[in-house]
T-cell receptor, first 112, second 113 residues
């Protein structure tokens, strides 16, 4: 199948700590995406990765596209309370009706 | 304001009821999607509409019936649902020539009793 395995499922961290989560797949992709879903809202795109080995930052967020094109990680530095939410990895396959497929998500809780 | 508006935000319905979920976008997008989000499961793609034409039905039971009267509006008609259909239903839209640029609505939290 084309499932994305995302880990960990949940994380409880102290404010100020760094966070790391990852996503793996059995097949290769050309585009990896990371989304965040705030409580009571829909997912919002954080970072998009296009090339194997690519490292991209968006503020305190950093994501990398694995060399094998089968994995990606997302790091959040110096976490703050508003980082709470569910983080999803997703793969994009252009030309396919099933264009976005999501991982199962990582629920992040930031403790004061 | 996300650009994709879903109503209602919350819905409680009995198994014999008929209700409809509404999604509206004014972003000039030409593709619209319904996703189902259940607890501890990945977002599941249900239906895809490109230029008002349904191009994907991801083996969704017939008690869910989508309707796309124009490229700005999308409905999900519900009838004789089961308790396991309780979930967050998310609508999204995109431009077909801009790939992964999906915009999601805030969702409708559906509870079937």
């Amino acid at each position: 199948g084309q499932q994305l395995n995302q880990s960990p499922q949940s994380m409880f961290i102290q404010e100020g700590e760094d966070v790391s989560m990852n996503c793996t797949s059995s097949s290769i992709f050309n585009t990896w995406l990371w989304y965040k879903q705030d409580p009571g809202e829909g997912p919002v795109l954080l970072i998009a990765l296009y090339k194997a080995g690519e490292l991209t930052s968006n503020g305190r967020l950093t994501a990398q596209f694995g060399i094998t094109r089968k994995d990606s990680f997302l790091n959040i530095s110096a976490s703050i309370p508003s980082d709470v939410g569910i983080y999803f990895c997703a793969k994009y396959r252009p030309g396919s009706a099933r264009q976005l497929t999501f991982g199962s998500g990582t629920q992040l809780t930031v403790l004061p | 304001e996300t650009g994709v508006t879903q109503t209602p935000r919350h819905l409680v319905m009995g198994m014999t009821n008929k209700k409809s979920l509404k999604c509206e976008q004014h972003l000039g997008h030409n593709a619209m999607y319904w996703y189902k989000q259940s607890a501890k499961k990945p977002l599941e793609l249900m239906f895809v509409y490109n230029f008002k034409e349904q191009t994907e039905n991801n083996s969704v039971p017939s008690r869910f019936s989508p309707e796309c009267p124009n490229s700005s509006h999308l409905f999900l008609h519900l009838h004789t649902l089961q308790p396991e259909d309780s979930a967050l239903y998310l609508c999204a839209s995109s431009r077909l020539d801009r790939g992964y640029g999906y915009t999601f609505g805030s969702g409708t939290r559906l509870t079937v009793v």
